[in-house]
């Protein structure tokens, strides 16, 4: 059994920070890459960030430069550092894991998500 939990989502003026956070637990082998994705009400889900285990980070275009993304591979821990929000950054924010479990499996993993809510 594998489980990602993430906290830190809240409510905050644009303009300000939050840290989100996400923790792997279970029956895991090794890491590969970690993410973030959001969901906004009405439209698709979209990578916000992810980072291999290598270190190497990918951004979408529209948080480049404000969203900072960083794991930590002791802890199976992955962090998502947001400042400089906009009330488009509104939304349900995922983390995501691409794993190995200790039975050799591969596997996508979610969490359940956190409600990131920027007012003007």
Same mark, same amino acid.
């Given at each position: 059994? =594998?489980?990602? =939990?993430?906290?830190?989502?809240?409510? =905050?003026?644009?303009?300000?920070?939050?840290?989100?956070?996400? @923790?792997?637990?279970?029956?895991?082998?090794?890491?590969? @890459?970690?993410?973030?994705?959001?969901? @906004?009400?009405?439209?698709?889900?979209?990578? =916000?960030?992810?980072?291999?285990?290598? &270190?190497?980070?990918?951004?979408? &275009?529209?948080?480049?430069g404000r969203f900072t993304v960083s794991r930590d591979n002791a802890k199976n821990k992955v962090y998502?550092?947001?400042?400089?929000?906009?009330?488009? &950054?509104?939304?349900?924010?995922?983390?995501?894991? &691409?794993?190995?479990?200790?039975?050799?499996?591969?596997?996508?993993?979610?969490?359940?998500?956190?409600?990131?809510?920027?007012?003007?």
């Amino acid at each position: 059994q =594998v489980q990602l =939990v993430e906290s830190g989502g809240g409510l =905050v003026q644009a303009g300000g920070s939050l840290r989100l956070s996400c @923790a792997a637990s279970g029956s895991i082998s090794r890491i590969n @890459a970690m993410g973030w994705y959001r969901q @906004a009400p009405g439209k698709q889900r979209e990578l =916000v960030a992810a980072i291999t285990s290598g &270190d190497s980070t990918n951004y979408a &275009d529209s948080v480049k430069g404000r969203f900072t993304v960083s794991r930590d591979n002791a802890k199976n821990k992955v962090y998502l550092q947001m400042n400089s929000l906009k009330p488009e &950054d509104t939304a349900v924010y995922y983390c995501n894991a &691409d794993l190995v479990t200790m039975g050799y499996i591969r596997y996508t993993y979610w969490g359940q998500g956190t409600q990131v809510t920027v007012s003007s």
